[in-house]
């Protein structure tokens, strides 16, 4: 699983003129993100890299079409106009709306907020918005009119996915009203007339990748595959994937083959010997996650959403992140967790820097900066897991940072100059330990058959992101970590203290992301609220303060944070171990969902006036591929296309030809 936006990430030496932040929207930023050892690559690794890339374009929209099942044709309204604004005679107020409001759109894959999981409306009316269609349409413009509809029948059917908030209102909706479902009130595309009611006593045969269905009263599971759901996109997928093959590493070969597989049949089967064959690649220079992958869109936690990643190893950056998953065991053996719950022989988690060349589907534009995978725990803890940090996404971020972000909400200078020089390298650090000691450690009752999430519901991916911050809370102070060179020891306590202070601030500033309702829905969210609230409520290891109107989350006592972050660890770890529902639920609740509204608007109103931005989309590097005479690849060139309308109209146009 992904780690989400660093509080502070890293500094490395890139050349200081380059463009990171390209535009802002809103409470959006826009960065570019920036591959430079991809020069360095073979041309054998190159041209692997250039079918992977390929691969991770042409399956974009199926996590367009999963997250909203009215996403990919509001998109091509949206692109349509846009591709004709010049050609027409649009009002310029509402083509700036309309832009806005696109551009939005792509960050976050459709009409609703990543982080609030709210959905956003066009900020023009009806009438305007259907007069720069119009216009389009008179410059050549094409819209997707279903079988002989005019274009004001597609406007009027259209009008309530773009204008109105309270038609499909939330993407994924794991805390609804008092007795709602939460598959009823989600409006993604996982699952259509389904509630959890109708899933008791039914069985999943294709749990991670299908869409389920109610059908005439019964259940029915559309298995994404060759031949079934998004089969178009999928064959193309595959057909990348075939053209790698010649390119990979052996081990990485049999990756692919075996995913090729699970693509062919979409068999839970296929898909563990495709985790397997991933996981046990530890020495490939370039690698990719492509498939159903993650569970945070499914209220359920069970439904992957698809997405890809191609990347190779950051060599420079490597010896940190692999120096932590060496020593894994001896983090394990102290866990300050009940010792049956600690694995013995731990399975050496593969951990690298790496860079990405691209992310599509649910991992871009907005990006992870740290991932764990396989998910399957009886996979983890049979296999081990494989942990990626991305270092220029990381480094992105760092670049298009403003210094007020830190001043604004520290409670004194001398806090705020520790974060500019220290939060970098703590972020850094402890994003590696979640990721390699944090998710890759622990293991659970037999009792719960390897599978937490089916116990944990929708409060597994929160719960799991929280143990996972925790163990690399708990650890950061350990002397350990100077025995094996990580830290210097005169720095250590500052970057202990500089880390605590950090998060526990966050958990303020956190609330800019949520500018509507009173809920946090994200789980990397709420994992932060909850361990925060939880510190405050059962230590005494942060003080509220006001100061001028002003409120600050102050951290005061280091000891005591580390002493209550052991305490939440050993009866998070129980909860996941026993897969123990009500006890999740109401912790999470307790202290991760719920926040006071005014205290928001504060943040909201100080990170205004300064304009710091909520999130960050990326832009991907582009590549293409030179050829010889006979269709060989000579050369793959990378460059920066630094605009974000540029790059997705380029990526919509390649997989128009796949749409089911
Ligand atoms: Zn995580």
């Known amino acids: 699983m992904p780690r989400q936006t660093p509080a502070h990430p890293s500094l490395t030496g890139a050349p200081a ?52 099942a009215h996403n990919l044709e509001m998109r091509d ?27 939005l759109f792509w960050v976050n894959t459709g009409p609703y ?21 119009r216009a389009a349409a008179r410059a050549g413009a094409r819209f997707p009119l279903r079988g002989g509809e005019t274009l004001d029948a597609m406007l009027a059917r259209l009008r309530p996915l773009f204008f109105d908030l309270a038609v499909d209102p939330t993407v994924t909706s794991k805390t609804p009203p008092a007795g709602q479902d939460i598959l009823a009130t989600s409006a993604n595309n996982l699952y259509v007339g389904v509630t959890m009611k109708d899933l008791e006593g039914f069985t999943e045969r294709h749990a991670l990748n299908s869409r389920l269905v109610k059908r005439d009263g019964r259940l029915v599971e559309e298995v994404c595959r060759v031949g079934g759901r998004y089969d178009a996109p999928i064959r193309a997928i595959v057909g990348h994937l075939e053209a790698a093959l010649p390119q990979a590493t052996g081990p990485m070969a049999d990756a692919l083959r075996a995913l090729i597989a699970f693509y062919h049949s979409g068999d839970d089967v296929d898909r563990q010997a495709y985790d397997i064959a991933w996981v ?108 990626v940090s991305l270092s220029n996404v990381t480094e992105a971020y760092e670049r298009s940072t403003l210094p007020e972000f830190r001043s604004e909400f520290s409670w004194t200078p001398e806090e705020a100059a ?31 058959a390897g599978n937490p999430p089916m116990w944990l519901k929708e409060q597994f991916s929160a719960i799991e992101e929280s143990r996972a911050d925790l163990v690399a809370l708990y650890f950061l102070p350990d002397r350990r970590l100077v025995e094996l060179g990580l830290v210097a020891a005169e720095d250590h306590a500052t970057i202990v203290q500089t880390e605590y202070e950090g998060y526990t601030r966050n958990a303020l500033v956190q609330l800019r992301r949520i500018r509507e309702g009173t809920q946090i829905e994200e789980d990397h969210m709420r994992n932060r609220q909850m361990i925060v609230h939880w510190l405050m409520a059962h230590t005494d290891a942060i003080d509220v303060r006001v100061r ?21 660890l050993a009866e998070v770890q129980r909860i996941k171990g026993e897969g123990d529902y009500e006890a999740a639920r109401a912790l999470v609740e307790a202290y991760g969902v719920h926040f006071d509204p005014a205290r928001r608007d504060e943040v909201v109103a100080r990170v205004d006036h300064l304009q710091l931005p909520s999130y960050t989309g990326f832009v991907m590097p582009r590549l293409e591929a030179a050829t010889n005479a006979s269709g060989e690849i000579t050369d793959v060139t990378i460059s920066y296309p630094q605009d974000l309308t540029a790059q997705m109209l380029e990526y919509s146009a390649a997989t128009r030809h796949l749409r089911v």
């Open 548 to 568: 001028d109107g002003k409120t600050y989350y102050v951290m005061t006592d280091a000891a005591a944070f580390r002493d209550g972050v052991g305490r939440l």
């Open 280 to 387: 046990t690649d530890k020495s490939s220079p370039v690698d990719t996650i492509n498939g159903f992958v993650e569970v945070y869109l499914d209220a359920r936690s069970i439904k992957g959403a698809w997405e890809a990643l191609v990347f190779y190893v950051n060599h420079e950056k490597t010896e940190q992140i692999q120096t932590i998953a060496a020593n894994a065991q001896w983090f394990e053996d102290r866990m300050p967790w009940d010792p049956k719950y600690r694995k013995d022989g731990i399975h050496a988690t593969t951990a690298n820097a790496i860079d990405i060349v691209v992310e599509t589907g649910e991992s871009g534009p907005i990006t992870p900066v740290g991932i764990n995978l396989p998910n399957d725990q009886s996979i983890r803890e049979r296999y081990g897991s494989k942990s």
């Open 77 to 103: 309204v949206l692109e349509a106009v846009i591709a004709h604004a010049r050609a027409s005679e649009i009002d310029p107020d509402t083509l700036d709306a309309i832009v806005r409001y696109t551009k």
């Open 418 to 448: 520790r974060a500019t020089q220290w939060s970098a390298f703590a972020s850094e650090l402890t994003t590696n330990m979640h990721e390699v000691i944090g998710h890759g450690s622990g293991k659970v009752n037999e009792t719960i």
């Open 17 to 68: 003129d380059r463009k990171y932040l390209l535009e802002r929207i809103g409470e959006a930023a826009v960065v570019q993100v920036y591959a430079d050892g991809f020069g360095a690559l073979t041309l054998r690794e190159k041209t692997l890299v250039w079918h992977l890339y390929q691969a991770a374009i042409a399956g974009r929209d199926i996590f367009y079409d999963q997250r909203y």
């Open 113 to 133: 907020n990543n982080l609030t999981a709210r959905k956003f409306v066009l900020a023009c009316t009806p009438e305007a918005f259907a007069s720069a269609v």
